[in-house]
């Protein structure tokens, strides 16, 4: 197999892109940094809660979920002014006239944005994970969790229902379990014991509590007894891991998550049937692989609006540019809610987006006449 060649134009546009493109890329990290990331880091130097070194490494921390979002926007606009430039100063014309099709003069630039996609990959995967960890570490948090779990059987009656209201790490406090009978009665399901625990703490096979009371109820619903329990094993084996995993990742944001974890979580949604949480995940993770791949769309985006007449306004291209940027990620929200609330499949939910932008770019396509 040949590799095509490598010519003094290859070498000449993917300089120039490459160079426009981070300019592109730092203005829009530093915007997006600004406000509030910037505000409340000079805000936790000043009131003396970590030093200067610290701030910047809060900061540096940050950068990998921006850079995660400005390196798309950015090649887009790098290379929509490096072939504007390029037509204004009538290069474009002599490429054109040369010969070199379409496909052939963008080819430095895909080869660029596959670098790109590349890098956003690996940041959504490792780098922002890694960094979450980091700065929770620095800022010395521990996660407190309010979750409730339910154990049911396989006719999907629940067993046990254990309500946390307040977790740390492992250790549990405040714990209710509600212990359900096996007769059900106009679709209400019948309990047989509550318990109340004032702590607990999670093992890997198993939840063990402490300090129990113990209320026995009748088939009428009355307590018949009360009594004190020193410990009681509420979840055991699997189900124990599956629940300390489900409390763990409630309050984790998914981009906190690496790709492997977040697949086992979303495949263990899928076994809890818990169809919101489920979705939403699905699409997050389907979105780990098909949102580093807008970089080669934005590449082609960008160089199609880049292509222009002599004498026609820059600002077009641009406008339009900037607006499919914002376009992109303000909508991004709106897709996730309807995956999650199952107006759309997690599937669509992902990739319409990308159909999007290819659609947008053969309509350019057509109208350049290239």
């Known amino acids: 197999m040949k ?8 070498r000449y546009i993917f300089k120039q892109v490459t160079m ?7 203005l829009f990290t530093i915007v997006w940094i600004a406000p509030e990331m910037l505000l409340n880091t000079i805000k936790g130097a000043l009131s003396g809660d970590y030093g200067f070194k610290t701030a910047i490494l809060i900061l540096t921390c940050d950068l990998p979920k921006i850079l995660n979002s400005t390196f798309p926007g950015g090649l ?18 002599i490429f054109r006239a040369v010969g070199m099709s379409f ?22 995967d490792k780098a922002t994970p890694k960094a979450a960890v980091k700065v929770q570490a620095i800022h010395g948090e521990i996660r407190s969790t309010q979750y409730i779990y339910t154990q049911k059987d396989d006719k999907g009656h629940p067993l ?12 549990l406090q405040n714990v209710i379990v509600l212990d359900f009978a096996t007769g059900v009665y106009q679709d209400v399901h019948q309990l047989s014991n509550i318990y109340s625990a004032k702590s607990g703490h ?35 084996g699997e189900a124990a891991k599956n629940a300390y995993t489900l409390m763990s990742n409630s309050t984790m944001k998914e981009r906190d998550i690496t790709n492997k974890d977040l697949k086992n979580y979303v495949k263990l949604l899928k076994k809890e049937n818990l169809t919101e949480e489920y979705n939403y995940n699905l699409n997050k993770y389907l979105q780990r692989f098909l949102k580093p791949f807008i970089c080669v769309l934005l590449a082609i985006l960008g160089a199609l609006l880049g292509f222009s007449k ?39 939910a992902a990739s319409l987006p990308l ?10 396509y057509k109208a350049k006449d290239l």
């Open 3 to 10: 590799f095509p060649k490598i010519t003094i134009y290859d």
């Open 20 to 26: 426009a493109s981070l300019v592109a890329v730092l």
């Open 76 to 93: 887009l606009l790098g290379i929509l002014f490096t072939f504007d430039k390029l037509s204004k100063d009538s290069e474009m014309t």
């Open 103 to 124: 496909p052939r003069i963008i080819a430095p630039v895909i080869v660029l944005s596959f670098f790109f996609t590349g890098i956003c990959f690996y940041l959504g």
């Open 160 to 171: 046990v229902s254990v309500i946390v209201s307040k977790s740390m790490d492992k250790d």
């Open 202 to 236: 999670v093992y890997d096979d198993k939840w063990v509590l402490e300090n129990i009371t113990n209320y026995k109820i009748s088939n009428d619903g009355i307590y018949v007894d009360v009594k004190h329990l020193d410990k009681l094993n509420v979840l055991n």
């Open 310 to 348: 002599p004498r026609e306004q820059r600002l077009i291209g641009f406008t339009i540019g900037i607006g499919c940027i914002f376009l992109y990620y303000i909508t991004l929200p709106c897709f996730d809610v309807m995956a999650e609330k199952g107006v759309l499949s997690p599937y669509l």
């Open 355 to 364: 159909v999007a932008f290819i659609i947008a770019i053969h309509q350019f």
